[in-house]
């Protein structure tokens, strides 16, 4: 099993986000960020192309250090990128000292999501924003239910990742107002690909 974790699951991660389709995500979102950033699971570092000028510091925290290693390559020239290996639910930040906080699928398989977003709300500035898209629970009941029944199998072979997590009540229990959301499906299994797309204030 470390050897699935540690070298295949780590490949089949950045084969995922490699999907065309969520270009335009990454697009709006990540160009949407400003000042100081702090993204949440770079992972392989698939947004790191996507961020503007006007970011003064990307802190990519990222728990693996197989994907730092990946996404060290990502990196555009002159990017002023960091790295952060550490947890979600125990930034090693300052409280009020970054502009945004990126989530891009993550959400799903950080294993305490709540508290780990109680730790973004915490180390944002007053008036900074949350910046995020996620897959989770659909509104469908159907869909709902092959979510349940899928989710025990699919987190055990995809490092963790749920299926049915509900995405705006977990951002709003945080203690963050959401400023936008837009929800949808992409093309794929529909238990896979509803997604969650906005943004949100403490």
């Known amino acids: 099993m470390s ?16 999907n065309k389709q969520l270009v335009p995500y990454r697009e709006r979102v990540i160009g949407a960020a400003e000042g100081r950033v702090l993204e949440i699971g770079a992972g392989s570092g698939r947004n790191l192309p996507f961020y503007r000028p006007n970011t003064k510091q990307i802190l990519a925290l990222e728990p693996s250090a197989k994907l730092v290693g990946m996404a060290r390559d990502m990196i555009p020239p002159g990017a002023p990128v960091s790295f952060l290996e550490a947890s979600a639910e125990s930034i090693p930040l300052d ?100 997604m969650y797309e906005g943004s949100a204030r403490p």
Request: hydrophobic letters at 40%; glycine letters at 8%; one cysteine or more.
């Open 95 to 194: 409280d009020a000292t970054v502009d945004t906080v990126v989530t891009t699928w993550t959400l799903c398989t950080i294993p305490h999501a709540l508290p780990a977003l109680g730790e973004m709300r915490r180390v944002l500035r007053p008036g900074g924003k949350l910046l995020f898209i996620e897959h989770g629970l659909a509104p469908d009941a159907h869909v709902r239910w092959w979510q349940h029944r899928l989710d025990p199998a699919w987190k055990s072979i995809s490092g963790g990742c749920h299926l049915n997590r509900p995405i705006r009540a977990l951002i709003e229990q945080a203690g963050f107002r959401i400023d936008r959301l837009e929800t949808g499906y992409i093309a794929g299994p529909k238990p896979m690909t509803f």
């Open 3 to 18: 050897f699935y974790n540690d070298v295949i699951l780590p490949k089949l991660c950045d084969l995922a986000m490699r």
